[in-house]
């Protein structure tokens, strides 16, 4: 289970590797490259990740998401939990008061119709699942994707 960006880099290096890929694509190293100084908040964010509603379910601890917000001066509020996709309810949610509600269009398609009425009075984002979950070539374009969703969001 990929649960870091290096990780990702490193299991990313051994498929391309076991499928004969001979050269290294270029969009493996602008991945790597975008990374090294993503655009990070000056003072940490705090998020909440839904990623599911009825249950609804939270990033938790060690996940893949969870490194890519936290490497962008976001950590996730669940971050410590005992499990890595907990359910939570949502009044509990609400009350923890995050700066932000991130709601990704992957694995539940969060839309602005869909998720950002249940946290009233609470900033949301809704973020590309693509460039916060998938490792692959998004990623190249992920940090900037990310960082302009969050920077957008009013406190």
């Known amino acids: 289970h990929v ?5 990702a880099f490193t ?21 790597e490259a975008a990374w090294e100084a993503p655009p990070a ?21 060690d996940t893949f998401a ?4 936290a490497r962008l001066g976001v950590r996730t509020l669940y971050a410590d939990h005992s ?7 949502l009044d509990e949610v609400r009350a923890a008061r995050p700066d932000v509600v991130v ?19 609470l900033p949301c984002a809704l973020l590309s699942g693509r460039h916060l979950t998938w490792y692959g070539p998004s990623l190249a374009k992920a940090p900037e994707v990310l ?3 969050l920077r957008a969001v009013r406190r």
């Open 11 to 31: 299991e990313l290096d051994r498929v391309l590797t076991a499928c004969g890929v001979r050269s290294r694509p270029g969009w493996l190293d602008a991945a």
């Open 83 to 89: 499990e890595r996709y907990p359910r939570i309810p």
């Open 66 to 69: 969870g490194d890519l917000l």
């Open 41 to 61: 908040f000056q003072e940490p964010r705090t998020a909440v990740v839904p990623i599911w509603r009825r249950p609804w379910m939270v990033l938790g601890r």
């Open 3 to 7: 649960r870091t960006l290096p990780q």
């Open 103 to 121: 709601l990704p269009d992957e694995p539940y398609r969060f839309t602005a119709d869909d998720g950002p009425e249940a946290f009233p009075g």
């Open 147 to 149: 960082g302009r969703a």
